[in-house]
């Protein structure tokens, strides 16, 4: 028997859970000695308040949206990728090679080699885990944890020793080519003669993660897989009873989710830096996790954490800015978010269904 | 190479085996009782800021290794009270706790400091000093031997000492006493421990806490032993390592003190010599780097025997009603 409203699960704890994480955010602020009120008005006027502020909010979303939508096909599996940082650094390097390694004619012909390369290098980043997971029974968590390192000693060492060029002290690829610049949001709207969001990074790879959105959206209710890939996350016995091969649903969910991990390096490495750096995910691959958990692990949930997520990066890079509160105040509010959309579910969803228990018991009577 | 360096080698591992050994005997405790702990990162951050923090303030290096455990253990509840009592996702809730001390400290460490979430740098008594052994500068001129307890053996600090006895005394805990057994048999079939009357939650959070005192150790360790403060992020994936290793002990105590070294050494080698010439290839340092977790891999692949996690480990017990 369903002791909760559809509406009260998918939409009231995570919306309490989410003001118990602000809440206790507030308290924090207010424990360092700031105002929170002050801190927030900070951070909607940076983040929200302009179409510049807009532009960075979008830029970070598409980065979210992406790592998010990744953990949350892994979830549907009932596997916990923690390794999308991982991931979107190896997609990285794959928009690094096919953006040097070819003369592209246009961004119109890069893009989709790009997004090829990305995907691919972050799904052969996550099979790795996949198939141990699925032939050995390791554990997925633990392996993509520690392919998160090894992804970084791997790209360490080629950004420093292989790809820098001669005579170069950054560790980073050489610049990619002019042919192969993403058109930014600005430079749209410029098209239709509106001025927004100059000197942004903010660029087509938005509506890419849009169409992520609406594709995983697709394949997670509407497609034969995507119905094996819940059946199999919500019991794998039943599942194995029915035919459905745990190898092959382990294997082709980690690699949709490395897929979709890798995908987001055409915003950072191709649209933003134009080559690719050291440290390019800059923890997105973690905050992955918060936008899953948050967005109940649907593509519209998703979308809106992701756009939350951002708000909260670029506000917080505007506190940092403008007052003395560092910007981890974000980190620690993406713990919180993580702790109680999370790990504290119960610890809202059992008061709930009491009280929803006892209004139906009344209405009964 | 020469017999220095070996010493100078071995004895850099040993250091750095410390937090390492620490954390990874935590991280037992708690698996052994069924709860997965990837929050040992978290533990060890908090644990070093608190200690570096408290010590720098009172300058006193006791006083900040109680307040590290007790931030550590603090923690260790909120990791308990998310996956015992409230039966919430126990990789979720790690996730949760290595953010927020990622975060906690350095917000903290500003406003404490101003230091850019660095604490001022400690000395003297806020800084545990290296113990000498008995007789360790009269014996130093015996050949082989002499520099070996001289230099290896002698002038550590005194948590190396206490890492390395933690050993045996976890093996005797876990193997020798009643709550040992209780311990193992909640972490494999908490159904069973309920049965006999054994209270299952309480034992749990015992281990917890445990868990908590041993991560809080491996902070305070880092933090005002190995380095002179904390600086942020200064655990750089030692928890991960720690849990590596616990995976690479196979939830044993003496095997973790093998695995733990084996870490160390590693690491040791790598910080004395960044890149080793083998004849026509060069061994990057980042290879080194990489190794602990790239030797876990091959250990959890199975291909170098099987390890095999707790039985009821990551599982919410949910008593029958």
């Known amino acids: 028997m369903e002791t909760m409203p559809k509406w009260a699960d998918l939409i009231l704890t995570p919306l309490i859970s989410l003001l118990l994480a602000f809440a206790i ?23 929200l308040g302009s179409s510049y502020g807009w532009g960075f909010t979008l830029y970070y979303t598409t980065n979210f949206i992406f790592t998010g939508l990744a953990v949350a096909v892994a979830y549907h599996a009932g596997l916990f990728n923690i390794g999308g940082e991982g991931q979107a650094s190896l997609g990285g390097l794959g928009v690094a090679l096919v953006c040097l390694s070819l003369p592209w004619p246009g961004w119109w012909l890069a893009l989709p080699a ?107 209710w509407h497609t034969r897989l995507g119905y094996e890939i819940r059946a199999f996350g919500k019991s794998e016995p039943a599942a194995l009873y029915a035919g459905i091969s745990p190898t092959r649903i382990i294997i082709t969910a980690m690699m949709i989710s490395g897929a979709l991990a890798g995908l987001m390096a055409i915003n950072n490495v191709m649209g933003e830096a134009e080559r690719l750096l050291m440290n390019s995910v800059e923890g997105a691959g973690f905050i992955g996790i918060a936008v899953a958990l948050m967005g109940r692990n649907h593509p519209a949930g998703v979308l809106l954490a992701a756009l939350l997520f951002g708000f909260l990066y670029q506000g917080g890079g505007e506190l940092a800015l403008w007052t003395s509160i560092p910007r981890e105040l974000i980190t620690v509010i993406q713990a919180l978010v993580i702790l109680f959309t999370g790990a504290l579910d119960n610890m809202v969803r059992m008061p709930l269904e009491r009280l929803f228990l006892a209004r139906r018991r009344r209405g009964a009577r | 190479m020469d017999f220095a360096i070996v010493l100078q080698v071995l004895d850099g591992a040993l250091r750095l085996m410390t937090p390492l050994l620490f954390a990874c005997l935590a991280g037992l405790y708690s698996e052994r009782a069924g709860i ?63 953010f927020l001390a990622a975060g906690l400290t350095v917000l903290l460490g500003q406003r404490l400091f101003q230091l850019g979430g660095r604490t001022p740098s400690l000395g003297g008594e806020a800084r545990f000093g290296p113990v000498t052994l008995p007789f360790a500068e009269t014996l130093r001129d015996v050949p082989v031997l002499g520099p070996i307890y001289a230099e290896l053996i002698s002038g550590h600090t005194v948590l190396v000492y206490l890492a390395l006895a933690c050993v045996p005394l976890t093996w005797w805990v876990l193997f020798r006493t009643r709550f040992g057994l209780r311990l193992r048999a909640v972490g494999e079939n908490p159904a069973s421990v309920d049965t006999a009357g054994v209270s299952v939650t309480r034992l749990r959070y015992q281990a917890v806490i445990i868990c908590g005192i041993l991560c809080g150790l491996a902070g305070a360790y880092l933090s005002t032993a190995l380095a002179a403060g904390f600086v942020r992020d200064m655990t750089a994936g030692r928890g991960y390592i720690a849990l590596a290793a616990l995976i690479f002990a196979k939830w044993r105590p003496a095997h973790a003190l093998f695995a733990t070294f084996l870490f160390g050494l590693m690491e040791a080698i790598a910080n004395r010599f960044p890149n080793i010439d083998i004849g026509p290839i060069t061994v990057p340092s980042m290879f080194m780097n990489a190794l602990p977790y790239i030797l876990t891999v091959i250990i959890l692949a199975g291909f170098v025997g099987r390890a095999i996690p707790p039985r009821a480990g990551g599982e919410p017990y949910v008593k029958e009603r």
């Not at chain 2, 550590?72 to 979720?92: C, E, K, M, P, W």
């Open chain 1, 25 to 47: 955010s507030g308290l924090v602020i207010l424990a360092i000695g700031e105002n929170p009120w002050e801190a927030l008005k900070v951070m909607v006027t940076g983040a």
């Open chain 1, 114 to 220: 790009a997004m090829i390369g990305a995907a691919l290098f972050g799904a052969l980043w996550a099979l790795i885990p996949a198939v141990l997971q699925a032939r050995r029974g390791s554990h997925i968590v633990i392996t993509t944890i520690m392919f998160n390192f090894i992804a970084a000693a791997l790209l360490n060492y080629l950004l420093v020793n292989v790809l820098r060029p001669v005579g170069s002290m950054d560790p980073s690829t050489p610049r990619f080519p002019a042919e192969t610049h993403l058109p930014s949001i600005s430079d749209i709207m410029a098209g239709f003669g509106v001025s927004w969001g100059q000197h942004t990074p903010a660029n087509v790879t938005l509506i890419v993660a849009l169409i992520a959105c609406l594709l995983v959206w697709m394949l997670i």
């Open chain 2, 36 to 98: 997965f702990d990837i929050g040992l990162e978290g533990k060890m951050l908090m644990a070093g800021f608190a200690a570096a923090a408290v010590a720098a303030v009172t300058g006193n290096v006791w006083l900040g290794l109680v307040a590290g455990i007790g931030a550590s253990v603090a923690l260790a509840l909120l990791h308990g009270l998310a996956s015992i009592t409230f039966r919430g996702n126990q990789l979720i809730s790690g996730v949760a706790v290595n």
